[in-house]
């Protein structure tokens, strides 16, 4: 089955500074890539997604995300982070045949200082 | 627009003691699915209805039951709770859509239910 990997599980960072949240995936079959937010205490809402194409995805609230197919990676990217977007950010798979079976990563805990 | 409705949003409950997690959306979605987040492991899938009628199991499907009422609800039902049971649950739902020719089933998510079985 499709696995997903999240390097890091807690990344501090100063408010307008960059920042990459990393994925690794593994599968055998062509995948679909999610990157879901989850503000405390509310449930994950998607914040981009990646099903072919251009491997540079464009989400809300300013990240993007780009696919590499060699490197198995799906890095989350954002040039300059606010207070706001401290939150859990969540990475994950599904297969092209059985999107219903999802796997996500453990996530990352991303904490914006002033 | 409620979207993906869960409720209770908190129980406390006694080892051996048995509940119903109720979702309900109203998105018209054929799909709704049922995981658990611990710390450190993200979310596991424990079971997903595909469609009205039809449940699958998920990742970790071990001492829960579900019931896909109707089109709208599918619930959760712990017959017996375990303190391993103790979990953030999410209920989500989602729907086949075509996006620049793609069939995509993108998920959304119910604010969850904060279980502690002591």
């Known amino acids: 089955a499709q696995s997903v990997t999240q390097l890091d599980s807690q990344v501090p960072v100063f408010e307008e500074a960059p920042v990459e949240l990393r994925c690794n995936y593994s599968?055998?079959?062509?995948?679909?890539l999610f990157w879901y937010v989850q503000y405390p205490n509310q449930g994950l809402q998607l914040l981009l997604k990646?099903?072919?194409?251009?491997?540079l995805v464009k989400g809300i609230n300013g990240f993007e995300a780009e696919f590499n197919k060699s490197q198995t990676s799906f890095h989350l990217r954002k040039p300059s982070v606010h207070i706001s977007d401290t939150a859990e950010y969540f990475c994950?798979?599904?297969?092209?045949?059985?999107?219903?079976?999802?796997?996500f990563g453990a996530g990352t805990r991303l904490t914006v200082k002033p | 627009n409620a979207g993906v409705t869960q409720t209770p949003k908190f129980q406390v409950l006694k080892t051996g003691q048995s509940m119903t997690l109720q979702c309900a959306q109203d998105?018209?979605?054929?799909?709704m699915y049922w995981y658990r987040q611990d710390p450190g492991m993200g979310l596991r899938l424990i079971y997903y209805?595909?469609?009205?009628?039809?449940?699958d199991k998920g990742e970790v499907p071990n001492g829960y039951n579900v019931s896909r009422l109707n089109k709208r609800e599918f619930s959760l039902r712990l017959e017996s709770a375990a303190p391993s049971q103790t979990s953030v649950y999410f209920c989500?739902?989602?729907?086949?859509?075509?996006?620049?020719?793609?069939?995509?089933?993108?998920?959304?998510f119910g604010a969850g239910t904060r279980l502690s079985v002591l």
């Open positions: 989500a739902s989602s729907s086949w859509s075509r996006d620049r020719g793609l069939a995509k089933n993108i998920q959304y």
């Open positions: 599968s055998s079959v062509s995948v679909y």
């Open positions: 990646y099903l072919s194409g251009s491997t």
């Open positions: 994950a798979v599904s297969v092209l045949w059985n999107n219903n079976d999802m796997r």
């Open positions: 998105m018209n979605h054929n799909s």
């Open positions: 209805s595909a469609s009205e009628g039809t449940t």
